[in-house]
């Protein structure tokens, strides 16, 4: 049930930002969400030290220690990083840098990649880990050309095509190493 919790938590807090209509909300909704996202990746991690694995949705997900540690690192940077862009985005509302569209984007598009990030290392498929994986990558391009500047815009596509291309390939290793151990292990 962690496992499930923590990754419909920051799913649900960028769902609901896009109903919330004041910066204060989609503040408050990343902060609390992320606090609870590091408080389950502590008790996941404390779980798997116990247990050495645990599992969710009949396997589904699965969290060993090397997933946990993944699982916790990606919580607390998720965690220090909502409570800077406060004030990093109050400064840059103020000075008129962003506008509050371009706030309300961050604050829902912040925690879905956080949770495309969560579900990536604890994903005990290979298609849904890569979908997972090309999923930090769609969100990070919106989140990287936030600004909507000629510069933000040319490092998006940039990035857009790079990463495409180092998934496809990493998927078609996947894919080619898969096939190999089915051989060896059939």
């Known amino acids: 049930m962690t496992l499930v919790l923590l990754l419909i938590i920051p799913l649900a807090a960028g769902l609901l930002c896009l109903l919330a209509n004041t910066r204060l909300w989609w503040e408050r ?7 609870i996202v590091a408080a389950l990746a502590v008790s996941i991690g404390l779980d798997v030290g116990r247990l050495g694995k ?3 949705l009949n396997g589904f997900l699965l969290a060993d220690s090397l997933s946990a540690l993944v699982v916790g690192l990606t ?25 509050e569209r371009q706030l309300r984007h961050y604050y829902v598009l912040a925690p879905i990649f956080v949770c495309a990030m969560l579900l990536a290392p ?18 990070s391009v ?28 990493a998927l078609f290793g996947t894919v080619i190493t898969y096939s190999s151990a089915v051989r060896v292990l059939g």
């Open 122 to 139: 604890l994903a005990d498929n290979l298609g849904v880990m890569w979908v997972a994986i090309e999923s930090t990558t769609l969100a």
């Open 142 to 169: 919106l989140l990287v050309t936030f600004y909507n500047q000629k510069s933000s815009f040319e490092a998006g596509w940039k990035y857009v095509i790079i990463g495409s291309v180092g998934i496809s390939l």
């Open 29 to 35: 909704l990343n902060l609390v969400a992320f606090a």
């Open 75 to 99: 919580a607390f940077v998720a965690l220090v990083c909502s409570i800077y862009a406060v004030g990093y985005f109050r400064r840059d509302l103020i000075a008129g840098r962003i506008t």
């Open 54 to 56: 645990i599992s969710a």
